[in-house]
């Protein structure tokens, strides 16, 4: 069980990567591009650049937090955690990885609620190009979604490593 979340965690962390690679290679072109013709030919740029940008940031963001979690790097009180016993600890990181699972559960509902929204009502943005804002308002429960699948996949495995040392010690 532990070399097949290990092994969907690694082709999970090579799909982001490279996505959000894709995505800050395109928003660099697209802010160098719009600098260069804020300058040289003001007449040609484009009212959408500064919107396109802020989606593939933001986009890129909520795909950069399912490997923080994977790569133990998510927001948690260590210095609280480490004034414990290593037996209260590894209970405490259990925990930890529970809320976080939990705190993105209830995130990725609410992205879900923004998509509705923004499909029930058609909302667009304000530029020439008209975007569909539920499209990039799918950016959190996707970013979430993936990040309480994470938290789970460590849970599995944090419970597989203790389950397997404890038969060790016996």
Known sequence: MVNFVSRVS??????EKFLIGIMAILAIILIVTETVLRYLAPALLPDWGAEVTVYLVGWATMLSLPSLVAQDKHVRADLVVDQFSRSMRKILEVVVLLVGAGFCAV???AGIKMVQ?????????????SFPMWVFYLAVPFGYGFSMLRYVMLLIKR???SRASSVTAD
């Open 159 to 161: 419970l597989t490593e």
């Open 10 to 15: 690694n082709v999970l962390g090579c799909a």
């Open 107 to 109: 995130i990725f509902v």
């Open 117 to 129: 929204f923004g499909l029930r009502f058609g909302e667009i943005s304000d530029s020439s190009l």
